[in-house]
């Protein structure tokens, strides 16, 4: 019997990245293309459903040219997907208008209609989210019916980007529970569309996909798609997840214990939990994870990596972050006394405060670029720490933190993230992790592994353990101290 390969589809703000591997993980071929979003005045962030279908379609077909494998040989596809962007059709499956991204912030309005409409209580116990933001799908659909009343009245489906592509793919309509968790009509509890909800904003169950399991069969390729990408009819499509849930299965942090923690332009953190945690005092979305039965936080701060590129560009033209950090590393732990505040476009968890912004402070003159760069680092592994610290007062105990992202390249880094939490950081060989999650997701779907457990210890390749150095740890107490007073005496500056 030939080799099976599965094929996972991570479909991103700005591109689609695919990733085929063989079912045993020892053959890897990557693909991805970018596009670009339409910004409008208003607040408008929009794209033509079109381009997500015509992205997958060259994102596939690549795969096929490089890996020079045969199509039947691919046994399913699944996806990790964006979340928020809603996509509505016809009775025909037809498009009525232009994605809304989900960075367009033009419900504003409607968000608080819904915020007085319901109590806050209600929204967090339903729902899982502390906060109505104009980012969730139901205060979208209610512009639609406010603002284009046409549209709304031709609506016959309100799909996200995955719940779309599965339907392109298929000609089924299908959701899953881990994305349709930020839509602000899906109960997370009862893990179904909720009813109330429903009625406030117009329009009936009918109208929105079933929702499944993640990494449950939605059916065949169809024979036009399988046309199309020169596939085989015999290809399973699989359920996925939102992409923050499907980077944590990629890490393998699919049990109590474990986070992830994502250290890019921003930081996001993935927090699995054995039951939801719906706290407003915590103030943290909590979604349906893929695992089943299990539900995850997403602690996150605004600008992490960023701060470095921002330094970089500033003040290192033309020199690369290795340099940087051979720089930082000359320089004792604490920087001597710089601390900075690494928040350049406001703070995210737990702080969420908009107004603050990025400080260095503690400069001396015998301090160089080196000290700086250092206190980045270190205001970073703050903002992580401090997360933790938050969880752990809700009676959340991380016990090690899957490190993912261009931050987990450094190896500096992750030891001062490591010393600065007290807690063992570990690394990835992938550094596709969302879609990694994906295709394990198609590997249990179409029965080539039982259970996320036998997908994760097939594909989850594990590369380097930072276990924390207490002597370092005991001094970083202190600069975390700092951290946080200097916070606190600069809170309302702005």
Known sequence: ??????????????????????????????????????????????????????????????????????????????????????????????????????????????????????????????????????????????????????????????????????YRLTGKYYAEESLVSSTLYFDIKKKCWWAEMLNYLGIGAQQLPEVLPS???????????????????????????????????????????????TTGASMAMAVTLDKPVLDKDLNLPCQCHAVPGKYILQPYGQTAGMVMRW??????????????????????????????????????????????????????????????????MESVACMIKRNIDSLKNHGIEPEEIRTLGGGAESDLWNRIKADMTGIPFQTLQSRETPGLGAVIMAGIGSGLYEDFEEGCSQLVRFKNKYQPDHSKHDLYQKVFENYIKLYDQLKGYW
């Open 215 to 261: 990494a449950t069969p939605a059916g065949s390729i169809s024979v036009e798609a399988a046309q199309a990408f020169g596939l085989s009819s015999q290809t399973m499509v699989i359920t996925g997840a939102y992409d923050h849930v499907a980077g944590a299965i990629g890490s393998g942090n699919i049990s109590e214990g474990i986070v992830s923690e």
């Open 311 to 376: 330094f970089r560009d500033e003040f290192f033209a033309g020199s690369s972050y290795d340099f940087m950090t051979s720089l930082a590393e000359k320089v004792p732990a604490g920087a001597e006394g710089l601390i900075m505040l690494p928040h350049l476009m406001g703070a995210g968890s737990p702080e969420f405060d908009t107004q603050v912004k990025g400080v260095f402070a503690g400069i001396t003159p015998q301090m160089g670029k080196g000290h700086f760069v250092r206190a980045i």
């Open 1 to 166: 019997m030939s080799e099976s390969y599965l094929i996972g589809l991570d479909a991103g703000t700005t591109s689609i990245k695919g990733m085929l591997i063989s079912s045993d993980g020892e053959h890897e071929t990557i693909a991805h293309k970018e596009y670009s979003l339409e910004y409008s005045e208003g607040d408008f962030v929009e794209l033509d459903p079109e381009i997500y279908w015509e992205t997958t379609l060259y994102v596939i077909n690549q795969l096929l040219v490089k890996s020079e494998i045969s199509p039947e040989q691919i046994r399913a596809i699944s996806f990790s997907s964006q979340g928020e962007t809603l996509i509505t059709l016809d009775e025909e499956g037809n498009v009525l208008r232009k994605a809304i991204v989900w960075l367009d912030n033009r419900s504003g309005k409607e968000a608080k209609t819904i915020e007085q409409a319901f109590s806050a209580r209600t929204l967090l116990e339903k729902t899982g989210q502390p906060e109505i933001l104009p980012l969730w799908p139901a205060t979208r659909i209610l512009w639609i019916r406010e603002n284009e009343p046409e549209v709304f009245k031709k609506a016959a489906k309100f799909l996200l980007v995955e719940d779309y592509l599965i």
